[in-house]
């Protein structure tokens, strides 16, 4: 067996919004916890609220980190994080700084989700439209909770409007304000690579038209939901991934900003299906080797 991705700490998975370890037999992290651990890694998939504010979210990764650490033996884990899970993460590292090696974001809006700006103007929580979409998302929770294998913790609360405003400009520019570390200093530029011993890595792609709507990605009703997403950016029109914008996912070290992957092929979802010349399990893994090579 290889050992190219046997990190010194444990790699830590943090899943976004409506996120989960398995539904019935399905993992969230699709292939990438099993490429992980043929290299050599410990690798630790986590579950926290899947509607909630990242901070209510990052304290229970802080307690989670807690257990992994006693569990594990390890003194300080890897954070990885997809999505708002970005964000959980970057939490957990400021607040305890001693027990993070690595933050990594991968396609995390770290300045906000213009498709959660959209849907805070035209469904606002008072509306009608409001009211239909939290009910849908209060069920759409519910559903998952139940179907949930892999977490066994206690009942994780929700908060649908908490959860919402974490992921506008507006809610995450709060958040920066109080948590900025890794953050870029210009819009577009990379952040500091490490700050207060945590090292701080991101990556994120991009629709691509030709490239993420062929192959795989042609049997995947996620993909269209991302291209019909990708009609509410007005900042970075023609550069997000469905969700996030290219720039907003900039954190730390910038890996890179522009795989041809939507928003979920970048954690290979769904069923690996995914867009021409993309391979997201090989991006983990790589960075694997790259927080090995590190000391981390
Ligand atoms: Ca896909």
Redesign the pocket.
Known sequence: MSQGSATRYPLVLVPGMLGFIRLVLYPYWYGIIAALRRGGATVIAVQVSPLNSTEVRGEQLLARIDEILRETGAGKVNLIGHSQGSLTARYAAARRPDLVASVTSVAGPNHGSELADYLALHYPADSARGRILEALLRFVGWLMALLETGYHGPKLPVDIHASHHSLTTAGVALFNQRYPQGLPETWGGQGPEEVGGVRYYSWSGTLQPGKTDRG??RF?G??RSCRLFAATFVRERGQCDGMVGRYSSHLGTVIGDDYPM?H??IVN??LG??GEGADPVRLFVEHAARLKVAGL
Request: no cysteine.
């Open positions: 795989g990605n995947d996620t993909n939507d979920f092929d979802q769904s299906l995914v």
